[in-house]
C-alpha cells in the first residue's frame, strides 16, 4: 500500500482525464514528464528531512542508514547545495519550472520557467502578489510563454540546466532575502530575483505587468510581515 494519499489508479485517471484527445504515445511522453516531477519531489522531500536532521547533529553515517545507502553516497547527493535555505513552496515553484520547461521542450530553464513556476504555486507570496496586478492568472501565463522561444521538436530527456540568467535570478534572490533581513528564501524573494534580471523573460513580463523593483520590494517586505504577524497571532 502506497504512503501517500494517492495511487496509480490516481495518476492515470488524472492524466486521462486531462488529455482525452491523445494517443496512447502521446500518453507515455506525458506520463514521463510527471514520473520525473515526482521523483524531483521526492528528492526534495528527503533533502527537507536531511536537513532537519543535520541541524538536530545527525552524523553522515546515521543519515545514510537511514536513507539505506552509504555515508558517502548520502553526503554526495544531499549536501546542501543551491537551494538550502529554499522554502519549500520555493522548491516546488523550481520543480514546476523545470517541468515547465521539459513540457515546452525547451533544453534550458529560463527566467520565464521560473515565473510560470510561481504562477504554479498559489500557496506562495508571490502568486498573491501577482494576482494583485494582473487581470488573471491565465493573463499572465500567456504573457509568459508569448514571451518564450517556441517548442523544440522533441522534448529533452535527462538533467535541464539552468540559463545564466536563471543563475543570476536565484542569486539575487538570495540576497533580496538577506537584505530584507529573512533567514529563508521564498517565492516572494524569487519574484524579486527575477524583476532584477531585467533583459529577461520574467524580468519584461513583470514591468509589463507594472511592477517595478522599488515597489515590488515594499510590497514583498509589507506581505511578509503581514503573514510572519499572522502565524504569530494564530
Known amino acids: 500500500m502506497s504512503p501517500l494519499d494517492i495511487s496509480l489508479a ?3 485517471a488524472r492524466l486521462d482525464s486531462e488529455l482525452p484527445e491523445a494517443d496512447e504515445l502521446a500518453r507515455i511522453s506525458e506520463a514521463r514528464l510527471r514520473a520525473q516531477t515526482l521523483s524531483d519531489l521526492g528528492d526534495q522531500l528527503i533533502d527537507h528531512y536531511v536537513s532537519k536532521a543535520k541541524r538536530t547533529g ?3 553515517t546515521q543519515i545514510g542508514d537511514a ?3 552509504s555515508k558517502q553516497a548520502a ?3 544531499h549536501a546542501p ?3 538550502e535555505r529554499f522554502t519549500h513552496l520555493n522548491r516546488h515553484s523550481i520543480v514546476l519550472a523545470q517541468e515547465a520547461a521539459r513540457t515546452h521542450k525547451h533544453d534550458f530553464i529560463g527566467t520565464g520557467h521560473l515565473l510560470l513556476g510561481l504562477l504554479g504555486e ?3 507570496l508571490a502568486y498573491g502578489v501577482l494576482m494583485a496586478k494582473a487581470a488573471s492568472e491565465e493573463s499572465v501565463r500567456e504573457a509568459i510563454e508569448a514571451a518564450m522561444p517556441p517548442a523544440a521538436a522533441k522534448a529533452l530527456r535527462g538533467h535541464i540546466a539552468f540559463r545564466q540568467e536563471s543563475k543570476e535570478a536565484i542569486e539575487q534572490a538570495r ?5 530584507l533581513g529573512h533567514d529563508w528564501v521564498g517565492t516572494e524573494h524569487m519574484l524579486l530575483g527575477l524583476i532584477h534580471a531585467e533583459e529577461s523573460t520574467a524580468g519584461q513580463v513583470l514591468r509589463s505587468l507594472g511592477f517595478t523593483p522599488d515597489e515590488l520590494r515594499e510590497t514583498v517586505k ?3 510581515a503581514e503573514r510572519h504577524t499572522a502565524r504569530d497571532e494564530g
Open 10 to 12: 490516481d495518476l492515470i
Open 58 to 60: 545527525a552524523s553522515w
Open 67 to 69: 536513507i539505506g545507502v
Open 75 to 77: 553526503q554526495q547527493r
Open 81 to 83: 547545495a543551491a537551494f
Open 122 to 124: 498559489p500557496q506562495g
Open 175 to 179: 540576497h533580496a532575502a538577506v537584505d
Open 222 to 224: 509589507a506581505v511578509a
